[in-house]
């Protein structure tokens, strides 16, 4: 893993949630995005050298509603930056992790991504990205 890439927050208002943000980084998000098979809008924030992201389910089904339903708002999972997703899949899976993604998929901000279930993680649920090559 080469660093944090972003932490998410989930959250239940995504415009209220940019004004709030913005408040308190004294600066506006500089992306938003819906990811349809994830059922989220996504908004970053960069603050200093990381990046924050805010996610608003798009529907009752959406893994972020069913995380607001259970926990409220909050940070929702952390997310690692890594070279290349498929090693790092095959790395953690024979180390014992389980994941929730076995092959990766398309996400916000031009990445491909893949989790960690969160019962393998110490209850946190982690995200693995690598930048989409075009």
Known sequence: MKKIEHIGIA?????????????LFDKKHYKAETV????VITSFF???PNK??????TNEESPIAKFIEKKGEGIHHIAF???????????????????????????A???????????TTNGV???LCQDIKE
Request: hydrophobic residues 40%; charged residues 35%; aromatic residues 4%.
């Open 11 to 23: 959250v239940k208002d995504i415009e209220a949630s940019n004004d709030l943000f913005g408040k």
């Open 36 to 39: 349809e098979s994830e059922g």
């Open 46 to 48: 960069k603050v200093g």
């Open 52 to 57: 924050i992201e805010l996610l608003q389910a």
């Open 81 to 107: 930056a890594v070279k290349d997703i498929e090693a790092e899949i095959e790395r953690l899976t024979n180390e014992g992790f389980r994941m929730i993604h076995e092959k990766p998929k398309k996400g």
């Open 109 to 119: 901000d031009n990445k491909l991504i893949a989790f960690l279930h969160p019962k």
């Open 125 to 127: 649920l982690i995200e």
